[in-house]
């Protein structure tokens, strides 16, 4: 089985980083991966591509040494197990209510005793029965891990009984959906967030484990890393595509060209 590089990472108490891919081009999960990345954010919450798709994306990463952190919707119990079997080495659990919740996701991804997870061990996780079942399974235990997120003001005063639910491996904000659920939309820079993240913060380093959020600079990932953030995430190829267009647009645009567009 593919070990995870994040969780070896994280349990020697360094930094990962990951960042997040929305197009669906095998390329650049590829050469992601070789880069050296730690993780890839595949988001399967918010985009419209199948299961069958993301399986690709992860066999197009699985040359390099980046984990697929793959993100279901809320509720999607089957999904993310078969998430797991195409090769995802983390579960990013989206708009987790309370420790309920949570405890049902680790059930889903891990096997017994954890969990209740079902084998089939005939897929790129096992890989496609080249290990014995108890070695798939204790293995498949050790490398997968559970990333719960943290995004409304109900989940915030429960991260404490979220962070200690056996299984939960990293608690994870989510800055845009918690600034809408709170009646902020879009100030992610806001005292209010700032305020969530050390409570995050402190859950986290409560129950012994790590957390982690987006970040949009450097300078904002340093400020998480010196508030004890372990998992950082910045940058996603559908924005830096767009902030080099709009580039583009720039430059040329004194030589006397115009931009049509819908926008």
């Known amino acids: 089985m593919r070990p995870s590089r994040i969780k070896a990472k994280l349990q020697r108490g360094e930094p990962a980083l990951v960042t997040t891919l929305h197009l669906i081009d095998p390329s650049l999960f590829e050469m992601t ?27 197009a990463a699985r040359v390099g040494s980046a984990d697929i952190i793959a993100r279901p919707a ?4 089957m999904r ?19 420790a309920r919740e949570a405890a049902e996701v ?16 005939a897929n790129p996780d096992a890989p496609y029965l080249f290990m014995p079942v108890a070695d798939y399974v204790a293995e498949a235990n050790r490398q997968t891990f559970v990333m719960i997120q943290i995004e409304s003001p109900e989940a915030l005063e429960r991260a404490d009984e979220i962070a200690a639910v056996e299984g939960v491996d990293i608690l994870f904000l989510g800055p845009g959906d918690y600034s809408i ?19 995050v913060a402190e859950a986290a380093r409560r129950a012994g ?26 940058q996603a190829d559908i924005v830096m595509i767009k902030t080099g267009l709009e580039q583009i647009q720039r430059e040329m645009a004194p030589l006397g060209f115009t931009f049509g567009g819908g926008v």
């Open 80 to 98: 993310m197990q078969r998430m797991l079997e195409a090769g995802a080495q983390g579960i990013m659990y989206p708009r987790c209510d309370d």
């Open 181 to 199: 659920l709170s009646g902020f939309p879009g100030q992610m820079n806001d005292e209010r967030t700032r305020q969530a993240k050390l409570k």
């Open 106 to 121: 680790v059930g889903w991804a891990k096997f017994a005793p954890q969990g209740r997870r079902g084998c089939d061990a």
């Open 209 to 234: 484990k790590n957390w982690g959020c987006p970040v949009g600079s450097p300078e904002q990932a340093k400020e998480l890393m010196e508030m004890g953030a372990r998992l950082i995430c910045y």
């Open 74 to 77: 809320k509720g999607e119990f």
């Open 33 to 59: 991966s070789l880069m050296g990345f730690d993780g890839i954010w595949m988001d399967m919450e918010h985009h419209t591509y199948s299961l069958e798709t993301g399986a690709g994306l992860m066999r």
